[in-house]
């Protein structure tokens, strides 16, 4: 059985990593991946211009994605190199998320 959940990406300074992970478990999330990357935005600086960056996905219910997401743009978009998205995605294995669908 299949179940519908966000996807949720912080591409953020590496300084923010263990910060975002806080954040993250203050909103139950139990699991995530992450991962070194590099790039340029915007804003025309490389990752290697400051101590790199983190890429940090995990899978939510709509509803936690969307606070996840509001509490990362109020605490961190006006003074940090920080970018959130969410994407739909189909997760096999719907108890391992929290439901008993």
């Known amino acids: 059985m299949k179940k519908l959940l966000k996807k949720i990406t912080i591409v953020a300074e590496r300084v923010l990593h263990e910060e975002l ?22 804003s025309g600086i ?30 961190y978009f006006e003074n940090w190199s920080v970018v959130v998205y969410s994407q739909d995605v189909e997760v096999m294995r719907p108890k391992k998320y929290g439901s008993s669908d």
Not at 47 to 74: C, H
């Open 46 to 75: 490389n990752a290697s211009d400051w101590e790199g960056s983190v890429q940090i996905y995990t899978l939510v219910s709509a509803k936690v994605a969307d606070d996840i997401m509001e509490e990362v743009a109020a605490k």
């Open 21 to 42: 992970l806080e954040l993250l478990k203050r909103h139950h999330v139990t699991g995530w991946t992450v991962q070194s990357v590099t790039g340029e935005g915007s």
